[in-house]
T-cell receptor, first 112, second 113 residues
Framework: DAKTTQPPSMDCAEGRAANLPCNHS???????VYWYRQIHSQGPQYIIH???NNETNEMASLIITEDRKSSTLILPHATLRDTAVYYC?????????????FGKGTHLIIQP | DAGITQSPRHKVTETGTPVTLRCHQT?????MYWYRQDPGHGLRLIHY???????DKGEVSDGYSVSRSKTEDFLLTLESATSSQTSVYFC????????????FGSGTRLTVV
């Protein structure tokens, strides 16, 4: 599994777009980029994943650079409820049984 | 998302006693997982299961055993609890086939005194 690097913490104003960067310079061709978040004391929550194309769902957008060495998770209109730890994970397609490998993530704090 | 419940939500136990945590899912998902989360370590995989009676060890399996006698239940047992096993335990199911799309339970906070 490729190592990922994220800033330990970030602030964002409520209502603004939150852009969370992730570096995965050693990612291999068959590894996806997954994003999860964990709101205080709760279990992690799946947000989005992608291979090389940009992806969007009801929660967020994922922008992956053309060389796939980095990506950005975008929360378009952050609310106070988006305050959480966000995990970027680079891992294979999930065909096997083994689980996700979590790093330390980014603690995103949404300011009122 | 598939229903997933963990029990108990909180437990305090004494050192040396056996403890069993339960994870229950309401749909027939094949893969189930147990993680523990500690300050400074993040989430670490303890054991996982890829079917009834099919289990394997994760990163931090020492001191833990698991059983899966039915698709819907995955049990985590601490045979003789130690203070180092004080942690928050999360169960997860893979409910998006062919990817790492997981749904996690709400967690069990275990304190060993």
């Amino acid at each position: 599994d490729a190592k990922t690097t994220q800033p330990p913490s970030m602030d964002c104003a409520e209502g603004r777009a939150a852009n969370l960067p992730c570096n995965h310079s050693t990612i291999s061709g068959n590894e996806y980029v997954y994003w999860y978040r964990q709101i205080h004391s709760q279990g992690p929550q799946y947000i989005i994943h992608g291979l090389k194309n940009n992806e969007t769902n009801e929660m967020a957008s994922l922008i992956i650079t053309e060389d796939r060495k980095s990506s950005t998770l975008i929360l378009p209109h952050a609310t106070l409820r988006d305050t959480a730890v966000y995990y970027c994970i680079a891992q294979g397609s999930g065909g096997g049984a083994d689980g996700l490998t979590f790093g330390k993530g980014t603690h995103l704090i949404i300011q009122p | 998302d598939a229903g997933i419940t963990q029990s108990p939500r909180h437990k305090v136990t004494e050192t040396g006693t056996p403890v069993t945590l339960r994870c229950h899912q309401t749909e027939n998902h094949r893969y189930m997982y147990w993680y523990r989360q500690d300050p400074g370590h993040g989430l670490r995989l303890i054991h996982y299961s890829y079917g009834v009676k099919d289990t394997d060890k994760g990163e931090v399996s020492d001191g833990y055993s698991v059983s899966r006698s039915k698709t819907e239940d995955f049990l985590l047992t601490l045979e003789s609890a130690t203070s180092s096993q004080t942690s928050v335990y999360f169960c997860a199911i893979r409910d998006r086939e062919g990817s790492y799309g997981y749904t996690f339970g709400s967690g069990t906070r275990l304190t060993v005194v």
